[in-house]
């Protein structure tokens, strides 16, 4: 039986290989204003890069698929990992 990765589950939800981070940053980045998405997709500042198809300030960011999947596969793992070590430390302490 086939398994969904955060990849094929992505690209079912977007339909594309490039999403524009104003998609992603209104389900994923919610918290934020217009104006810091922006600085920070200047900046590189999200955890995936952020680019545009023209030199326009006015033109739309966008982020490959395969690294926003990536991210959220990275940023799942760390959690994970911290969430067992503090399991493992709870149960050693009861």
């Known amino acids: 039986m086939y398994e969904l990765k955060t990849i094929d589950y992505l690209f079912l939800k977007y339909r594309t290989p490039h999403i524009k981070l104003e998609d992603i940053t209104k389900e994923f980045y919610p ?3 217009k104006e810091r998405v922006l600085e ?3 900046q ?3 955890p995936f890069a952020c680019f545009r198809l ?3 300030q006015k033109a739309p960011f966008f982020v490959r698929l395969e690294e926003l999947a ?6 799942y793992r760390q959690s994970h990992s911290i969430f067992q ?6 149960i050693k302490t009861s």
């Open 40 to 42: 920070k997709a200047r």
């Open 54 to 56: 023209d030199d326009s």
């Open 44 to 46: 590189q500042k999200f």
């Open 85 to 90: 070590n503090t399991m493992q430390k709870t």
């Open 31 to 33: 918290h934020l204003c």
């Open 70 to 75: 990536n991210a959220f596969d990275e940023i």
